[in-house]
C-alpha cells in the first residue's frame, strides 16, 4: 500500500473511460488525490473550480486537443505541470506539447511504471508503490534530503542537523545561476527569459553557440532554476571521449562485460539519474552512438554494457554544439530523428562581439574571479583606454578569450590599473570603430536601429532568427513560383540539392502540389 505522502491533487482528462479507470486506480494507489474528466470542455471546467498540482491529459479529444488545456493554462498563468499522453510514434505532437509548455509526455501504450515515475518526477517526488530494489534508479525525496550524487547501495542520507528548505535553497541556487549570466544587454536578457521559461518542463534544450560563448553556464543555470536544482548536474563534453569508450562511459558497465572491468561502474545517464545530463559538443558524437543515444531518450532507459536488461531512468537532456546541425543533417552526419528530438527548443546564446555592452560587467567580474584566485589586492581596474582597446577587437574566442586576455595583462600590469599597454593587441587585429565609455556601460532604453542602403533608420528584428526565417522562406516561395513548384528546378537555381530544398521547405513549413516524377526520390 502508499506510504505517507504530501496531499498532491491531480486531475486526468481522457475521453476512453477504461483508461481513466486504469489511471485513477495507479494514483490513488500512490497516494494522490485525483479528479477525471473526458473532454476539454469537462477538464476546462474543473480546472476553473479549483487548482491541481499537475493535469495529465491526452493529446485526442472529442471536442479539442490536449494542447487547448495547455494554452488556457498558460493563458491564466496558471502553475499547474502537464504531462501529456499521444499515441505511439507522433514525434511532431510530442514535441509540439513540449513547446506548448507541457513539463513531459508519455507514450501510448502507457507503461504504468513510467507513468508513476513521471508523475512522481513532475510533482518532484517518489513513487510510493516502486519495488525498493532499484532505489538508485528513481528521484529522491528533495524535500527532505540536501543535494547529493545517487549512489547503487543506498539512498541519500538525510541530513544530521536542521538544514535549509529545499525551497530556501533552490531559491539561493537559481538567484546565482542566474548571477553568473552577467550582462544586462537585450541578447542577455532574452537568453534569461528562456532559461526561467524551459526550466519548467522536461523538454529537452540545444545550445547553440560559438565556443567560448558560455553555453555550459546556460545549461547550469536551466538546472538550478528547475525543480532539478537539489539533484545532479552532470556535464559531459562529447568530443572528449574515445569512440570505443562512448558506450561504456553513457551507460555504464557490468563487471566482466570487457577486459579490464573489474566492477561495476555507472555510466553518465544513471549518476545524472533524478537530474540534468548536459551533453556538450553533441554534434561531434558518432553515427553508431548517436543511434544508441536516441534509442535511450525514446525509451527512458539505458541496458550497461554486459547487462541483459534496461534499467530506467530520469534524467532531463539538455545539449549544445557549435556546429549547424542542420548542415550537418543534410550531410549525413548527423541523424534527423535524433536532431528533432533534441532541438525541441534551441537558445542561442550569443558570441561577446553581438553584446559590446555587456563587455565591461563581464571583464570586472573577470578580472574580479582572477585577483582573488591569484591572492592580489586591490582588484585591478581597467582604464576607459583599455576598455575602448578591447571593445576593438571581434573576440573569436569569446569570453574564453577575453579571460585568458585579461590573466595576461594582470600579470603584466603589476599595479591597480589595466591599461591598453598591458593587453597587448597587435592594431592590425582591431577594427576602425569608437566607442564612448556610456556605449561599453550600455545605453538603458537606447532604441536599437539599422541604417538603410537609403539612409532611413529601420528598427532592427526583435527576434533575429524568426526575421531571417521569413526572409528564406519569402525567397525559397519565389524560386519554387518562377519553376512551377519543381523543387529540383527551383533549389539547383540557388545551389541546393534536392535534400537542401526538402529540408528547408520542411523546416519553414512550405508545401507544394507534387510536380512531376522528374525530381527523383
Not at 525498493?132 to 549512489?151: G, K, M, N, R
Not at 544530521?160 to 542577455?188: F, N
Not at 556535464?235 to 571521449?241: D, F, K
Not at 590573466?407 to 603589476?414: D, K, N, V
Amino acid at each position: 500500500m502508499s506510504t505517507a505522502a504530501p496531499a498532491f491533487s491531480l486531475l486526468v482528462v481522457d475521453d476512453e473511460p477504461d483508461l481513466r479507470t486504469l489511471y485513477e486506480l495507479t494514483l490513488l494507489r500512490e497516494g494522490y488525490e485525483l479528479d477525471t474528466a473526458g473532454s476539454v470542455e469537462d477538464g476546462l471546467a474543473r480546472l476553473k473550480a479549483r487548482r491541481y498540482s499537475a493535469v495529465i491529459t491526452d493529446m485526442r479529444l472529442p471536442d479539442g486537443s490536449g494542447l487547448d488545456i495547455l494554452r488556457w493554462l498558460e493563458q491564466q498563468g496558471r502553475q499547474e505541470k502537464t504531462l501529456v499522453i499521444t499515441a505511439y510514434g507522433s514525434a511532431e505532437n510530442a514535441v509540439e506539447a513540449l513547446k506548448a509548455g507541457a513539463y513531459d509526455y508519455l507514450t501510448k501504450p502507457v507503461d504504468l511504471r513510467q507513468f508513476r515515475m513521471v508523475v512522481a518526477s513532475a510533482l518532484g517526488r517518489m513513487p510510493a508503490s516502486l519495488p525498493s530494489v532499484v532505489p538508485s534508479q528513481l528521484p529522491s525525496e528533495a524535500a527532505t534530503q540536501e543535494p547529493t550524487l545517487p549512489t547503487p547501495r543506498a539512498p541519500a542520507p538525510l541530513p544530521r542537523k536542521a538544514a535549509p528548505s529545499a525551497q530556501a535553497l533552490a531559491d539561493t541556487r537559481a538567484a546565482t545561476a542566474l548571477d553568473r549570466l552577467v550582462g544586462d544587454s537585450l541578447a542577455m536578457q532574452q537568453v534569461r527569459a528562456l532559461i526561467e521559461k524551459v526550466a519548467r518542463s522536461m523538454a529537452p534544450v540545444l545550445l547553440h553557440g560559438e565556443s567560448g560563448t558560455g553555453k555550459e553556464l546556460v545549461a547550469r543555470a536551466i538546472h538550478d532554476v528547475s525543480a532539478r536544482s537539489a539533484q545532479p548536474f552532470i556535464a559531459v563534453n562529447c568530443g572528449a571521449i574515445p569512440e570505443q569508450l562512448l558506450e561504456a562511459e553513457f551507460f555504464g558497465y557490468r563487471k566482466g562485460a570487457f577486459t579490464g572491468a573489474s566492477e561495476d561502474r555507472e555510466g553518465f545517464f544513471q549518476a545524472a539519474n533524478g537530474g540534468t545530463l548536459f551533453l556538450d559538443e553533441i554534434g561531434d558524437l558518432p553515427l553508431a552512438m548517436q543511434s544508441k543515444l536516441l534509442r535511450a531518450l525514446q525509451e527512458r532507459s539505458v541496458r550497461p554494457v554486459g547487462a541483459v536488461v534496461e534499467a530506467p531512468v530520469n534524467v532531463r537532456l539538455l545539449s549544445a554544439t557549435h556546429k549547424d546541425l542542420a548542415l550537418e543533417v543534410g550531410a549525413g552526419r548527423f541523424r534527423q530523428d535524433l536532431y528533432y528530438r533534441l532541438n525541441v527548443i534551441q537558445i542561442r546564446v550569443p558570441p561577446l562581439r553581438e553584446r559590446i555592452e555587456d563587455l565591461r560587467p563581464i571583464s570586472e567580474r573577470v578580472l574580479t574571479r582572477i585577483a582573488q584566485d591569484a591572492g592580489v589586492t586591490p582588484v585591478p581596474v581597467l582604464t576607459a583606454a583599455a576598455l575602448a582597446q578591447l571593445a576593438r577587437y571581434a573576440f573569436p574566442g569569446n569570453v574564453r578569450e577575453l579571460e585568458n586576455l585579461l590573466h595576461r595583462a594582470l600579470a603584466l600590469s603589476g599595479g591597480e590599473r589595466i591599461d591598453a599597454d598591458d593587453l597587448g593587441l597587435p592594431e592590425s587585429l582591431l577594427d576602425d570603430a569608437e566607442f564612448t565609455p556610456s556605449e561599453l556601460g550600455g545605453l538603458p532604453g537606447e532604441a536599437n536601429t539599422v541604417v538603410a542602403p537609403g539612409g532611413a533608420e529601420q528598427p532592427l528584428p526583435s527576434d533575429l532568427a524568426a526575421y531571417l526565417d521569413e526572409v528564406e522562406r519569402g525567397i525559397l516561395i519565389r524560386a519554387l513560383e518562377q519553376h512551377r513548384n519543381n523543387r529540383t528546378a527551383a533549389g539547383a537555381s540557388m545551389g541546393l540539392s534536392l535534400r537542401q530544398m526538402r529540408y528547408r521547405m520542411a523546416r519553414l513549413h512550405i508545401t507544394v502540389g507534387e510536380s512531376d516524377g522528374s525530381e527523383g526520390l
